[in-house]
């Protein structure tokens, strides 16, 4: 356990939501990692921990990609989409993250 304790309600914004795709299933049940969006501005101890607040989990190692924003266009206009940041969350071995909601 890390001796470094962050503010709780930092650690609810930190995560956005996770990411559900094909290629993200594919690393979930190969690596055992989830991935999530994450604020831009976070860290790894800070999604280390928010992580594992949030969702009772043992958390191994983060690993984190900064994602650019696709430059689209609009009629004559040229825009930009937002810069964001995910995270693929290693968790150890034994546990799961479960984004299955039964009605």
Do not use: W
Request: charged letters at 30%; aromatic letters at 6%.
């Amino acid at each position: 356990m890390s001796t470094v304790k962050f503010n709780p309600e930092r650690l609810h914004v930190v995560l956005l939501a996770p990411v559900i795709s094909e290629k993200s299933t594919l690393v979930a049940e190969k690596n055992d990692q989830v991935i999530f969006k994450v604020a831009r501005d976070a860290t790894k101890p800070e999604i280390k921990a928010a992580v594992e607040l949030l969702f009772k989990v043992e958390v191994e190692r983060v690993q984190v990609v900064n994602t650019m924003g696709k430059v689209k266009r609009f009629g004559r206009f040229t825009g930009r989409r937002d810069h964001g940041k995910k995270a693929y969350v290693c968790l150890k071995p034994g546990q799961e993250i479960n984004f299955a909601v039964e009605a």
